[in-house]
């Protein structure tokens, strides 16, 4: 079954409100990672949390690493047109043999 | 600095036909990674190299799917035959060690299968 699950599958905001993206492992992880992919282009990285209940800033965005390092959130503050595009988490385990499984990713609208 | 090149972008097939993608990872990154992402799906691991090595092909469907890394540099992915099942994105990534330090991900290869 799925290991790395994210919710929402899809969001659509108007442009200024906040957003939230959630990602829930079934294993304990070692580090998570957060992509963002824009329409028709490839994952780009943004962030890798590694401590747990790890909490870190890029301008509008927010990321947090739960303390059982089970589970993690994106946040992004008053979303611009250029949010737009699918957040992936992927999380690094032993239990998944210590390779990235990626969410199947949120996807983003933002309406102006 | 140069960024993950692939080719060919795009690839359109009949089924049965074989195929094959090509990676030239940054300049320095001794591991190299091919993943599939199907339609509103994270990428899927296939396989991954540590310089020429396949250190991880458990996801790698052996029965059509090769790959090689010869040289510990490029790599190239081939599916003989292919199924329509295999039309998906398929992803080349490279990073400087194993794990979960970051990956950069090329522009992939959009194949269609018909």
């Known amino acids: 079954g799925q290991q790395v699950m994210q919710i929402p599958q899809y969001q659509h905001v108007q442009e200024g409100e906040d957003f939230t993206t959630y990602c829930n492992s079934s294993?304990?992880?070692?580090?998570i990672q957060w992509y963002k992919q824009r329409p028709g282009g490839h994952p780009v990285f943004l962030i890798q949390?590694?401590?747990?209940?790890e909490v870190k800033k890029q301008k509008r965005l927010t990321f947090q690493f739960g303390e059982a390092k089970k589970n993690s959130s994106l946040h992004i503050t008053a979303t611009q047109t250029t949010d737009v595009g699918t957040y992936f988490c992927?999380?690094?385990?032993?239990?998944?043999?210590?390779?990235?499984?990626f969410g199947a990713g949120t996807i983003l609208r933002v309406k102006s | 600095e140069a960024g993950v090149v692939q080719s060919p972008r795009y690839k359109i097939i009949e089924k049965k036909q074989p195929v094959a993608f090509w990676c030239n990872p940054i300049?320095?990154?001794?591991?190299l990674y091919w993943y599939r992402q199907n339609l509103g799906q994270g990428p899927e691991l296939l396989i991954r190299?540590?310089?020429?090595?396949?250190?991880?092909d458990s996801q790698l469907p052996k029965d059509r799917f090769s790959a090689e890394r010869l040289k510990g540099v490029d790599s190239t992915l081939k599916i003989q035959p292919a199924e329509l099942g295999d039309s998906a994105v398929y992803l080349c990534?490279?990073?400087?060690?194993?794990?979960?330090?970051?990956?950069?991900f090329g522009p992939g290869t959009r194949l269609t299968v018909l």
């Open positions: 990534a490279s990073s400087q060690t194993k794990g979960g330090i970051t990956q950069y």
């Open positions: 949390l590694v401590k747990s209940g």
């Open positions: 294993t304990t992880l070692s580090n």
């Open positions: 992927a999380g690094l385990s032993m239990e998944y043999g210590n390779k990235l499984v």
């Open positions: 190299y540590e310089n020429e090595e396949a250190v991880d």
């Open positions: 300049s320095g990154h001794n591991t």
